[in-house]
């Protein structure tokens, strides 16, 4: 399992036709499964990756906002091992735009803290 720190950025285009800038995404790869999140923006993306060759990848998303209206986007994009995975999500809404993820490989990951917040995303605004 690789995980990549919420450092993370994405742009990314909102329903309203405006770019959302998220400054916190955050990322878990384990065999060819992929999940990217937002906290601030409670946003997942789901995804299982399709295909490798070389540094180069593909993937399909399902995309959660929380927790609700699932969309689907692919993506194409760029793995630099052990330091980071640049992508562009081809979809709509928050499915379209570009991201990049940072790792931290000595980084220490508390996964029950990153699945409470999985969590949170997925049961929506409790507010």
Do not use: C
């Not at 036709?17 to 955050?26: A, E, F, M, R």
């Not at 384990?30 to 990848?57: A, E, P, V």
């Amino acid at each position: 399992m690789d995980y990549f720190t919420d450092i993370g950025v994405a742009n990314v285009d909102s329903d309203a036709g405006k770019t959302i800038k998220i400054n916190d995404l955050q990322d878990i790869v384990m065999d060819d499964n992929i999940m990217m999140m937002s906290m601030s923006h409670k946003i997942i993306y789901n995804g299982t990756i399709t295909n490798i060759s070389g540094k180069y990848f593909t993937a399909d998303f399902i995309i959660f906002v929380e927790g609700k209206n699932p969309t689907t986007a692919t993506a194409n994009g760029i793995i630099t091992e052990g330091s980071k995975i640049e992508g562009r999500l081809t979809g709509s809404g928050v499915g379209n735009g570009t991201f990049s993820l940072f790792s931290m490989p000595n980084e220490e990951v508390n996964i029950s803290n990153t699945i409470n917040e999985l969590q949170e995303i997925l049961d929506g605004d409790q507010n």
